[in-house]
């Protein structure tokens, strides 16, 4: 074997030891683990209320009345279609699935003649008034057990009060909802009764020994000379 034969065979091992080389190098750098800002590892840990410390209220729910002054018929109509699935909303379209909606707002519960009623709906008693009709939006199942409604319920109230408001325009005499002032206006201050007036103060007593004076005495008259 001669010498350049030597050398290819050296060469060759050569370049085989350089492209292992490479290619450990670059597998390094794709493959390897980024290195943390900070040793170890985080572990999150539930915060606790302090002992002693008051929770934090949750924010009252605004009053169904004070959402009806605002409400939109326009916006109900839209979210009402859903209910055109088991009710008619029209005047003399009688019941589907459900009864009929039409003069609902203000209507006994469970009075349609033409519908068989749930036995739990029937126990219900009272009339469909905006406050009755905001809870039986809100859950069905949860306002009445037992009810064969299975409408899983309207969470927003804006939305329920929406459609409240819609649902009462479908009537020959519409219920008047309430109005901006009535539902958010304050109590008026009463007026001070007259027995709130202070007394006036009373006059300087008079000296000791001295006649208590007259009022509107007249003047004595001067001694002729």
């Not at 004070?66 to 018929?73: E, F, M, Q, R, Y």
């Not at 088991?86 to 019941?95: A, D, R, Y």
């Not at 949860?142 to 939305?159: L, S």
Request: charged share 15%; aromatic share 6%.
């Amino acid at each position: 074997m001669n010498s350049f034969e030597i050398n290819k065979i050296l060469g060759a091992v050569l370049g085989t030891c350089l492209i292992l080389l490479a290619v450990h190098i670059a597998s390094g750098a794709i493959f390897s683990p980024p290195v943390p800002a900070k040793p170890g590892y985080e572990i999150a840990v539930k915060q606790e209320q302090p002992a002693g410390q008051p929770q934090a209220k949750a924010a009252p729910a605004e009053p169904f009345d004070t959402l009806l002054a605002t409400a939109s018929p326009e916006r109900g109509t839209q979210i009402a279609k859903q209910c055109t699935i088991c009710h008619n909303l029209q005047e003399g379209q009688g019941p589907k699935i459900g009864p009929d909606l039409y003069g609902v707002v203000g209507r006994p519960v469970a009075s349609v003649p033409s519908f068989k009623y749930s036995a739990a709906l029937k126990a219900k008693g009272g009339a469909w008034t905006f406050d009755a009709l905001n809870k039986w939006l809100a859950d069905p199942r949860a306002d009445v057990p037992g009810t064969a409604m299975t409408f899983a319920g309207i969470a927003n109230e804006k939305q329920r009060a929406d459609v409240v408001a819609y649902l009462n325009t479908l009537s020959a005499h519409p219920l008047p909802l309430p109005t901006a002032k009535s539902a958010g206006a304050p109590a008026a201050n009463p007026a001070p009764s007259a027995s709130a007036t202070p007394a006036a103060a009373p006059a300087n007593p008079p000296a000791a020994g001295a006649a208590p004076a007259q009022p509107n005495a007249p003047a004595p008259a001067p001694k002729a000379q």
